[in-house]
């Protein structure tokens, strides 16, 4: 088997006899449990009518949703899409998962796209994209299949009245996903073999192949009918579409996982598993409903993300233009940066310096701490956390961040503005954002095409000086949607469980 190739994506196009309406409940159930397992905000239920619709659901996560008619596909013809993004490390994971169906009634076509969108030019080995916690949820759900390819979550144990149903599942013109056949080692039981070596090794395979163990008794027999193309010995053989038992030629195409390979790195043993099955999954044609959906409509302002950049072995260092300023005295370079403001009301009239800063914030918060003692050392200290996200936007827009601004300030490109990493804090704790009184604090102004509420959660924030009440500059990094970041509150420490 290859073993030097990057993990393609997850892809999974199946279909269910469930019709439309009830297939797009379920995955609206599943995903809306999943984020509440995760701490995030559940959406609210959504009419099928309704307008396409961006939900904020926390920091950086965000989840849009539209249905409709499916042009050209007569009555009744319907689509549902629900693209997930969440924050992970080194960038964003994006979840689609698309429905379609000709008839009310009929069944309903599947595709789900899981991605991990890099911040940067994508390392080898990183962002590897799992199979999604929700397929797992909804496959077993569904009565799923790819043509005569059921789509399970586990294997299926055969005995050997079962051979002749896998058998003709092999041989099958219509196949095009593979079919993957695992043996069992003759003195160990199979339940123990299932648990200890199967589980883990076929953990990347649901959706994108179906699963079988042969029993003790149903080995010899497949054996036997497949001379050409046996399996044996705890090996894991991969059956690729247009199988010729009667071939010994044909037998090379299907390649086998002896146990050796297992037991040396059952990890990548997993991997290398997985890799083939998810380039034919992924290289799939769209069935004709999903081909017809058309492109995502999101609401006005919104904005794509930035395409994901091709895999490289080593990661050069970011540059940016306005940060190449290494070569410079430190005196020339706060020149070009310009002095900082001397008070908050300055600071407030110049926000127009960062055109990728908005603050949507109430001035008056901001305004009144000119009358605290520290105001001009805070007023300092916020220009510079300002400045530094405004440089991390600039970087972000362009998928070149490399995180988010946490990472941003612990890992500065060298020429840029550096704030302290240990100010930069990315959420607040889960007693905070569980808490009514203080979540609400902090569910502050965004603009309609962020959030339809026109509110978002910013539990993201800098801290600007010590204490209990020193102020805090509240934030949401929407870089990844509309391409800005929002600043909600600026203005002393909102409550929490150190203030009163």
């Known amino acids: 088997m290859p073993t030097d190739q990057a993990q393609p994506p997850y892809r999974l196009t199946a279909a269910t006899p469930r019709p439309h309406h009830d297939t797009a409940a379920l ?20 009419d099928e009518d ?88 909804l496959l077993p759900l569904l009565d799923a299949a790819e043509g005569p390819v059921p789509l399970g979550t586990a294997p299926t144990v055969l005995d050997p009245a079962g051979l002749d149903a896998l058998i003709d599942e092999l041989c099958d013109p219509e196949r095009q996903l593979p079919v993957v056949v695992a043996s069992v080692p003759p003195a160990v039981p199979i339940e123990q073999w299932q648990r200890e070596v199967l589980d883990p090794l076929l953990r990347q395979l649901p959706g994108q192949a179906s699963l079988y163990v042969l029993g003790h008794a149903a080995l010899p027999r497949f054996n036997l009918a497949l001379e050409y193309h046996k399996v044996y010995g705890g090996a894991v053989r991969t059956f690729l579409p247009e199988v010729d038992p009667a071939s010994r030629a044909d037998a090379a195409r299907h390649p086998v996982l002896p146990r050796a390979r297992i037991d040396e790195n059952p990890r990548r043993a997993a991997a290398l598993l997985a890799r083939e099955p998810r380039r034919i999954a992924a290289e799939l044609p769209l069935p004709a409903p999903l081909d017809a959906v058309p492109e995502l409509r999101l609401p006005p302002g919104a904005r794509q993300a930035p395409a994901a950049p091709r895999a490289v072995v080593e990661r050069p260092p970011v540059r940016l233009e306005r940060c190449r300023l290494r070569i410079e005295q430190p005196r020339a370079r706060r020149a070009r940066c310009g002095p900082g403001p001397a008070s908050f009301g300055e600071l407030v009239d110049r926000f127009g310096e960062f055109p990728l800063l908005e603050f949507t914030g109430d001035a008056k918060e901001t305004l009144a701490l000119d009358g605290q003692s520290d105001a001009d050392g805070w007023a300092g200290l916020t220009w510079d956390g300002l400045t530094a996200l405004q440089e991390y936007a600039a970087a972000a827009v362009r998928g070149e961040a490399g995180g988010d601004f946490k990472q941003w300030c612990e890992h500065t490109p060298p020429g840029c503005h550096r704030f302290p990493p240990r100010k930069a804090v990315r959420g607040e704790s889960r007693t905070v954002a569980s808490h009514g009184k203080w979540k609400r604090q902090r569910m502050l102004p965004v603009p309609p095409f962020v959030d339809s509420s026109c509110r978002a959660f910013m539990g993201a924030h800098l801290r600007i000086g010590g204490g209990g009440t020193a102020p805090r500059v509240h ?22 469980t150190r203030t009163n």
């Open 475 to 496: 934030y949401l990094d929407d870089c990844s949607g509309s391409g800005r970041i929002y600043v909600g509150y600026i203005g002393l420490h909102l409550t929490n």
């Open 50 to 137: 309704a307008p396409p619709e961006r939900l904020r659901l926390g920091d950086r996560v965000l989840l849009d949703r539209d249905d409709g008619p499916l042009p050209g596909r007569g009555t009744g013809a319907r689509y549902s899409r629900r693209r997930l993004r969440t924050p992970a490390p080194h960038g964003t994971d994006q979840l689609i998962l698309t429905l379609a169906s000709d008839t009310a009634d009929g069944p309903t076509r599947l595709r789900v796209e899981a991605d991990h969108l890099p911040a940067g030019p994508a390392v080898a080995g990183h962002g590897r994209v799992p199979v999604p916690e929700v397929v797992r949820r």
């Open 27 to 46: 995955v609206d159930h599943l995903l809306a449990a999943w984020l509440k397992a995760e701490g995030h905000e559940e959406p609210a239920a959504r």
